[in-house]
C-alpha cells in the first residue's frame, strides 16, 4: 500500500549550512501530522522541501506513487495555506478559491459552482465577491483553506497559518481546520511551534530540532512518555534528575540520586528502569511535602509562584534546579526544607545523556 | 567730533583711491561665430588686446542666437557684432546698428567697392565668400557642374541642404525655382514642386557648418550646399571633397561687421573694424584660412587663393542677393520649406 | 505670534515659486491667445493656426508617435530586466541596480551622440550587418523616427528598470509561492499575479518616460534632424531660430496641456487599478 506522503532519508543546505539531516517520515492516509519546534529546527525547511519551493541535497520524496524529488512546485498539486494567507489581492474571493481549478482547466462555470461550493462550507459564501483587503484574519484565513482544499489535492500543507491571528480566533479556527480535514479525509502535514494547538488536533506529532526528529508519536504518548530530554523538557517536564539504582526487587526499584535521597519506583508504572537513568517530572509530578514521613529528595525552597490551582516554588536539591508544586493549604516561606516526592503518574524514565 | 572728521576723511580718500584707479582693462565686447577660434585669438584677439591694453571678452553663437540676444538686450551688451549679410540687414531694419563714421576706418577706402557699404550707411564687409555646391568625388560620379545636378537621380539619400532657418537656406528655394524655370518670388506653387523633387534625394536639413562637416565625415552625405568658409576644414576631414565648378555661377556672400546701438567703446569698436580691416590683418587670415579678403592690397599665391573667392573677376562673377526682398519671403517659405521637408 | 512665524517662513518658498514658476508659465500661456474679435476663433486664433497647419499637426502627431512607441518599448525591455533583476540574490541585485541606472548619471546629450556613433553609415550596426552579410551596403539609419526611438529607448529604460524593479520587490514572495502550488507555471504566475500586481508600478513608469520623450529635445535634435522635427525642436526653432515667441508659445502650451492631461488620465487609472491599498 502506498502511503500518501514519504520523506525518505533528505539531507538539506541552505548554501553551506546544513538544515536537515538524514530526515524521514511517513504518513498515513488521512492522516493529519504536525511538525512542532522553535524556529530554526527546520520544521519549515521540510515543508518547503515537500513544496517544491527547495531542492534536497540527498533523498527523496513521494506523493502516493509519485516521486516528488526532481518535479517542479507548481506540478505537485499539494495544497497550501501559508501563514500571511497569501492570497491574491488583485481576486476577489471567488476568483481566488477558483485559482487553482482555472490552472487545471476547469470551465468556468463549473469554477465557479465548485468555488461557491467551498465557500459555502466554510461559511464565507455572502463574501464571494468581495476583496481580499475588505476580509479580517480569520475570513482571509478560512478563504486560504477554502481555495487549498478545493483542488481536491491529495496532500494538504499548512505552514504556521493561525500564528498571525489572536488568540481566541485561534482556538475556533483550529477546531475548524481539524473539522474539514476530517470531513475531507485529505492526509495533512501541519507547521507550527505551537505545542498546545500541534497536540489538540493532530493524529501525530513530529516534534523537531535542529533538522530532526526527536520524536514522532501521538500526541498522548509524546506528553506522556517523552523519549528523549530534549522532548521532555520540549512538553513540560521542567525537572531531570539523575539517579543510580542500588536495588531491584522484582518490579520495585530502589534509586539514589547523586545527593544521597532515596527513591523507590515502580517498573509496572514507568516501564523499564535502567541502572542509571533520569527522572523526569512536570512540576505537578513533583510535590513539595512538610510531611517528615514523606519519600523524596530533600530540598530547599526558594520563591513562590501563584498558579491559582497551586503553588509553585522554586527548589534546590542537592544542586540541581527545580521547580515543585506545592498544595493552596500550605503555602510555605523560603528557606523552608522540604521533600520532594515524585508522583510516578507524572513521571518518564529518560536514558542518561 | 573728532570722530566724524576721521570718518568723513577716510571714507573721502578711499572714494578718491577708488576714481583714481587706472580705468582699469576696459572690457571690449566682441560677438562672433567661434568658428576658427584659436587662429582669430592669434591674428585679432591678442594684437588689438596690445594695442587698446583692454580686455577683449566674445560672446559666440550662430548668426540667429546672437542677433537675438542683442535684440532682447535691445542693442546694449556688445561693442561689435560680426554677421552674414541677411542678418545684418534683419539687424538694421529691428535699429539695433549706428551707423559708422567712415573718417574713423580709413581702411576702408582700400577695400574692393562691393564691401565697402554693402548696406548703406552700416558696417563695411570684412570677408567675401561664396555660396555653391561641394562633393564627396571618391562617392560622386560624374561630378557636379550644374545646380540642376542636386536633382539627379544618382545622388538618392546622398544630400543634405542647409535649413531653411540657416542664411543659405532660402537661396536652395531659389535655386528651385531656377530649376523650374521660374522666379520663386513670383510662382511658389511651382517653385515648391520642384524642391518636392529634390526630397528624396535629401537625408537631412543641417543647421549649423559642423553639422554638415560632420555629416559628410561621418559618411552619411556626399553632397552639399554651403558657404566657401568651409571648404578647407571639410577638406581636412575628408579630403576627397571638391568645391564644384558650377557653370551657372555661385551666390556671393558678404560677411559684416557692425558696431551696435548700445556699444560701451563705439571710439575703440571704429578702431577695431579699420584694424581687422588692414591689409597686414587680412593678409594673414587669407593665408592662415580663415577668411577670404576684401582688401584690395591683398596678395595671395595661386596655391594660397584656391579656396578662396579672390580677384577682382572673380567677385564680379557672383550672384548678389537681396535680402530685402529674401528676407521677408523667408517667413513666408518658413512653413512651407517645412511641408515639403518635414513631414 | 506661532501663526505669523509659520506664515513669514513660508514666504521665501512661495515667493520663489510664484516668481519662478508660476509667473513665467502664466505669462507664456497669456501670450499665446490672440486678441478677441480677431479670425474666426478669436482669442484661441493662434491655436486654431497651429492645428490648421498640416506641418504642426504632422509634428505634433510625429511626437505622440514617437513617445508611444518609447513608452510601450521601454515597459516590456524594463519589466523583463527588472524582473530578472528582482528575483537576484542581495547582493547581485545591488550590483545589477546599479549598472541598470548608471548611464543616467552621464547627460542625455553624451548618450544620443553615442548612438549618433553607433547608428551613422559608418557606425557598428552597419559594419556588423555588412560582416554578417545581411546587407550589401551601408543602410543610412540616422535622422529617422527610429533612431530617436532607439535612443530614447536606451536612455529611459534605466529609469523604468528602477521604478519596476521596486514595484516587483513589493509583490510578497508568498504570493508567487501560493501561485505555484496551485498549478501555475512561471509564465501563469508572471501573467496573471506578478503582472496585474505591478500594474500600479507600470502606469508610473509609463506616464514617467512618456512625459520625458514627449518634450525631448536633446535627442530628436541630434538624431532626429531637421526632417523630422517634434515638438521639443520645433519649439527651440520657432523660439530661438524664427523669433516666432507666441507660435513657439503655442508649441509650450500644448505640450504643458498634453502632459497634465497624461499625467491625469494615468492617475485616475493608477488609483482604480491597485488593488493592494488596504
Not at chain 2, 534683419?90 to 565697402?116: C, H, K, R, V
Not at chain 3, 551613422?120 to 552579410?133: C, D
Request: with cysteine.
Amino acid at each position: 500500500m502506498t502511503l500518501p506522503l514519504t520523506i525518505e532519508n533528505i539531507t538539506a543546505h541552505y548554501g553551506s549550512t546544513k538544515v536537515l539531516e538524514d530526515l524521514s517520515l511517513s504518513l498515513a492516509e488521512g492522516e493529519l501530522v504536525s511538525l512542532l519546534g522553535a524556529s530554526g529546527c527546520g520544521k519549515t525547511t521540510t515543508l518547503r522541501l515537500v513544496a517544491g519551493f527547495l531542492q534536497p541535497t540527498s533523498g527523496a520524496i513521494r506523493l502516493g506513487s509519485k516521486d516528488l524529488t526532481r518535479l517542479p512546485a507548481h506540478q505537485r498539486d499539494i495544497g497550501l495555506v501559508f501563514q500571511n494567507y497569501a492570497l491574491f489581492p488583485h481576486l476577489t474571493v471567488r476568483e481566488n478559491v477558483a485559482f487553482g481549478l482555472k490552472q487545471r482547466k476547469v470551465a468556468s462555470a463549473e469554477r465557479t459552482k465548485r468555488a461557491d461550493a467551498m465557500l459555502d462550507r466554510v461559511g464565507l459564501a455572502h463574501l464571494a465577491d468581495r476583496l481580499p483587503a475588505a476580509l479580517s484574519g480569520g475570513q482571509k484565513q478560512r478563504v486560504a483553506l477554502a481555495r487549498a482544499l478545493v483542488i481536491e489535492p491529495p496532500l494538504l500543507m499548512f505552514d504556521e497559518p493561525l500564528s498571525n491571528l489572536d488568540a481566541k480566533l485561534r482556538v475556533d479556527m483550529r477546531v475548524e481546520i481539524r473539522q474539514l480535514q476530517r470531513a475531507n479525509g485529505t492526509t495533512a502535514l501541519y507547521v507550527t511551534h505551537d505545542q498546545e494547538e500541534a497536540f489538540s488536533i493532530s493524529d501525530r506529532v513530529a516534534i523537531m530540532h535542529q533538522g530532526r526528529i526527536m520524536q514522532l508519536d501521538t500526541p498522548e504518548t509524546l506528553y506522556q512518555r517523552p523519549a528523549n530530554a530534549f522532548v521532555a523538557n520540549f512538553v513540560g517536564f521542567e525537572n531531570i534528575v539523575p539517579l543510580s539504582v542500588t536495588a531491584r526487587n522484582g518490579a520495585e526499584v530502589t534509586a539514589r540520586s547523586d545527593s544521597g535521597a532515596e527513591l523507590t519506583l515502580s517498573q509496572d508504572q514507568l516501564g523499564a528502569i535502567p541502572d542509571r537513568f533520569l527522572l523526569a517530572t512536570r512540576p505537578d509530578g513533583l510535590q513539595v511535602s512538610t510531611d517528615p514521613a514523606a519519600v523524596g529528595l530533600p530540598a530547599e525552597l526558594g520563591l513562590r509562584t501563584y498558579l491559582g490551582r497551586a503553588y509553585q516554588y522554586q527548589a534546590q536539591a542537592g544542586g540541581l534546579s527545580l521547580v515543585a508544586n506545592g498544595p493552596l493549604s500550605q503555602p510555605l516561606e523560603t528557606g523552608t526544607a522540604a521533600k520532594l516526592v515524585p508522583n510516578p503518574e507524572q513521571c518518564a524514565i529518560l536514558q542518561p545523556e | 567730533m573728532p570722530r566724524l572728521k576721521t570718518l568723513t576723511l577716510s571714507s573721502l580718500s578711499t572714494l578718491a583711491l577708488l576714481a583714481a584707479a587706472p580705468a582699469s582693462a576696459t572690457t571690449f565686447t566682441i560677438s562672433w561665430w567661434g568658428f576658427n577660434g584659436d587662429k582669430l585669438q592669434e591674428i585679432i584677439v591678442n594684437p588689438f588686446q596690445e594695442m587698446c591694453g583692454c580686455e577683449v571678452v566674445f560672446e559666440t553663437g550662430n548668426n540667429g542666437d546672437r542677433l537675438n540676444r542683442l535684440q532682447m538686450r535691445s542693442g546694449a551688451g556688445v561693442d561689435v557684432i560680426y554677421l552674414t549679410d541677411s542678418y545684418s540687414q534683419t539687424g538694421i531694419e529691428q535699429g539695433l546698428f549706428q551707423p559708422i563714421d567712415p573718417a574713423q576706418i580709413p581702411n576702408i577706402s582700400e577695400l574692393y567697392e562691393m564691401a565697402q557699404a554693402p548696406q548703406g550707411e552700416y558696417g563695411p564687409a570684412y570677408t567675401v565668400g561664396r555660396i555653391g555646391l561641394v562633393y564627396d568625388s571618391a562617392r560622386v560620379n560624374p561630378p557636379i557642374t550644374s545646380w540642376n545636378d542636386l536633382w539627379r537621380e544618382d545622388l538618392a539619400g546622398m544630400i543634405a541642404l542647409p535649413n531653411i532657418t540657416t542664411t543659405t537656406g532660402p537661396m536652395v528655394v531659389l535655386k528651385a525655382g531656377d530649376h523650374a524655370g521660374v522666379s520663386a518670388y513670383e510662382d511658389q506653387d511651382a517653385t515648391f514642386a520642384s524642391l518636392a523633387e529634390l526630397v528624396p534625394n535629401v537625408v537631412t536639413n543641417y543647421n549649423t557648418g559642423s553639422e554638415m562637416i560632420n555629416l559628410f565625415s561621418t559618411g552619411e552625405i556626399a553632397v552639399s550646399m554651403t558657404q566657401d568658409f568651409t571648404l578647407n576644414p571639410l577638406r581636412a576631414a575628408v579630403p576627397t571633397v571638391e568645391w564644384a565648378a558650377l557653370e551657372d555661377g555661385e551666390i556671393a556672400v558678404l560677411n559684416t561687421i557692425n558696431i551696435p546701438t548700445g556699444s560701451e567703446n563705439v571710439e575703440l569698436a571704429h578702431q577695431f573694424i579699420n584694424f581687422v580691416l588692414s591689409a597686414e590683418i587680412q593678409q594673414q587670415l587669407a593665408e592662415q584660412g580663415v577668411d577670404a579678403p576684401v582688401n584690395t592690397n591683398v596678395t595671395l599665391t595661386d596655391e594660397q587663393a584656391a579656396s578662396w573667392t579672390y580677384g577682382e573677376e572673380a567677385i564680379g562673377r557672383l550672384q548678389r542677393i537681396d535680402y530685402s526682398q529674401l528676407n521677408p519671403a523667408r517667413n513666408e517659405w518658413l512653413d512651407l520649406w517645412n511641408e515639403t521637408f518635414g513631414m | 505670534m506661532k501663526r505669523l512665524a509659520g506664515w513669514m517662513l513660508a514666504t521665501p518658498a512661495t515667493l520663489a515659486i510664484a516668481l519662478l514658476l508660476v509667473i513665467p508659465v502664466a505669462g507664456t500661456i497669456g501670450m499665446t491667445f490672440g486678441t478677441p474679435g480677431q479670425g474666426d476663433w478669436g482669442i484661441v486664433q493662434p491655436y486654431a493656426d497651429f492645428f490648421a497647419s498640416n506641418f504642426r499637426r504632422r509634428v505634433l502627431w510625429r511626437t505622440f508617435e514617437v513617445a508611444g512607441y518609447v513608452t510601450v518599448i521601454s515597459l516590456a525591455a524594463g519589466l523583463v530586466t527588472a524582473y530578472v533583476v528582482a528575483r537576484c540574490p542581495a547582493w547581485t541585485k545591488s550590483v545589477l541596480v546599479v549598472l541598470a541606472v548608471f548611464p543616467l548619471l552621464t547627460g542625455v546629450i553624451v548618450r544620443s551622440f553615442a548612438w549618433l556613433v553607433l547608428l551613422g553609415r559608418e557606425g557598428m550596426v552597419n559594419q556588423f550587418l555588412i560582416w554578417t552579410g545581411l546587407i550589401d551596403g551601408p543602410l543610412t539609419m540616422l535622422y529617422t523616427p527610429g533612431a530617436v526611438i532607439v535612443a530614447m529607448v536606451y536612455i529611459f529604460v534605466p529609469l523604468m528598470v528602477l521604478v519596476l524593479v521596486g514595484v516587483l520587490e513589493n509583490i510578497p514572495e508568498d504570493l508567487l509561492q501560493a501561485s505555484s502550488s496551485l498549478g501555475a507555471g512561471p509564465v501563469a504566475s508572471f501573467f496573471q499575479v506578478t503582472l496585474p500586481l505591478a500594474v500600479p508600478g507600470l502606469i508610473v513608469g509609463a506616464v514617467l518616460v512618456f512625459t520625458a520623450s514627449f518634450t525631448s529635445y536633446a535627442t530628436p535634435a541630434l538624431l532626429g534632424g531637421t526632417r523630422q522635427m517634434m515638438m521639443g525642436t520645433f519649439l527651440h526653432q520657432s523660439a530661438m531660430v524664427r523669433f516666432d515667441w507666441p507660435g513657439a508659445a503655442v508649441v509650450a502650451a500644448i505640450m504643458l496641456a498634453v502632459i497634465l492631461a497624461t499625467v491625469l488620465v494615468m492617475t485616475r487609472l493608477a488609483k482604480r487599478l491597485n488593488p493592494m491599498a488596504t
